[in-house]
């Protein structure tokens, strides 16, 4: 026998539907809640499949996003292999169906066929690990885009209140020149200080003895912007609450930006991996991180081919009769995230020629008349086959 249970989840539930061997359901399907209770009572669930079967049974589902986190944790706590497909996959194996069915008990029927019909891989213990680094490279993703939107409105509001103030500190988001307009958000309110009281409070913030002359550059710097500013005081107290806001939820983005940096790059230090993909040019810590934390176990493809496809740059094909297209757009199927990091990677690589073999190549790809992006796509499809070779190989990138 070859038992395996599909698993159909949900937000806060799962629907479980058991095969003691191929096209031999197992009992009916079985529905369960993501808390202690229905945990447990999956688990007896799956000991009674084992002691039927007299094997321990796989688990199939679909990468849910967050959801399934509860379900996989459980799953490794006792331990059973279970396999997570793309969604992608299950969806084209519903389509082949002549009937339109979309039940969470289908579902889960469909998911536990695919494990006799395809040749679906189990998730590694070392997957988790990769898959931790993922949700952390994708949160920090996520929280500068939320950082970025912040400096937009911050940027919009404070154009209304002290325009001037931009190249006071030269960084208008360090933390000092943060503090400091939280403070003093109106050329009136710097203006009602003498040129040694301001130096005061910049060097306060910035919390270094030997800052003195810095400290008081910035001063008089302020101060001349302060005269030039056309709004004294600004006519919306709205903006200056707005400003305040905005200030105290930059300095908080920052913050949890940091600690993120400071996880990702701790986890991806204890990879081998992580050091051999930094040794091509133009790929530093993060982008490193984010393209491990995205293509996971190397060996789930056989093939250089296959990871371009996963990463959604291959060209798409169009043929019907005696037409065949000659210009295909990429299919942008498969990780977003992995197509982002190989674009910056290959940018990183042009910028000053760090990268002279990819630099040969992007020149070469526009002699022969290939526009701008059609030239980066290609460089980035080049890239991820080192990429291939350094994580199969585990040898280093060789720059000739």
């Known amino acids: 026998m070859n038992p395996v249970i599909g698993l159909d989840v949900s937000k806060g539930e799962s629907h ?13 399907t079985f529905r369960f809640k993501h808390d202690l209770d229905g945990l447990a009572s999956f688990l ?34 006792h331990p059973y292999l279970y396999i997570i497909i793309n969604p992608f996959l299950s969806h084209q194996a519903k389509k082949s169906q002549l009937r339109k069915v979309k039940t969470d008990v289908a579902d889960a029927y469909q998911l536990g066929e695919m494990f006799y019909k395809e040749e679906l891989e189990p998730y590694k213990k070392r997957g988790q690990y990769l898959m931790n680094l993922r949700y952390l490279t994708r949160q920090y993703e996520s929280l500068t885009g939320m950082y970025v939107q912040a400096k937009l409105q911050f940027q919009a509001v404070l154009d209304q209140v002290f325009p001037e103030y931009h190249g006071v500190f030269g960084d208008l ?135 371009v496809a996963f990463a959604g740059i291959d060209p798409s094909v169009f043929a019907s009769g005696k037409f065949t297209a000659t210009r295909n757009k990429i299919t942008k199927r498969g990780s977003r995230r992995l197509r982002t990091a190989l674009y910056q990677a290959v940018r990183c690589g042009l910028k000053g020629s760090r990268n002279k073999r990819i630099r040969a190549y992007y020149d070469k790809k526009r002699a022969e008349g290939k526009l701008f992006k059609v030239a980066i796509i290609a460089c980035a499809n080049k890239l991820l086959h080192w990429i291939f070779a350094i994580l199969t190989k585990k040898e280093a990138f060789i720059l000739d």
């Open 173 to 307: 988001y360090s933390k000092v020149s943060l503090r400091f307009l939280a403070l003093y958000p109106t050329s009136q309110s710097v203006l009602a200080m003498s040129e040694n009281d301001v130096t005061v409070r910049i060097q306060h913030l910035v919390g270094h003895v030997n800052s003195n002359r810095w400290s008081l550059e910035r001063a008089q710097k302020l101060i001349a912007a302060a005269e030039r500013n056309p709004f004294r005081e600004t006519a919306f107290p709205s903006h200056l609450i707005a400003l305040e806001l905005l200030i105290n939820l930059l300095l908080q983005y920052q913050e949890h930006l940091a600690k993120l940096d400071q996880s990702i790059e701790a986890l991806a230090e204890e990879l081998q991996e992580y050091d051999l993909v930094q040794s091509i040019p133009g790929i530093g810590t993060k982008i490193a991180a984010t393209i491990l934390a995205e293509i996971g176990e190397i060996d789930r493809f056989d093939h250089a081919k296959k990871l």
């Open 44 to 77: 007896r669930y799956l000991q009674d499949l084992e002691s039927f079967t007299r094997q321990r049974p796989a688990v199939v589902l679909e990468a849910t996003g967050h959801y399934h986190s509860p379900v996989i944790q459980f799953l490794d706590e």
């Open 16 to 28: 479980a539907q058991a095969f003691s061997d191929r096209g031999t359901p197992y009992g009916k």
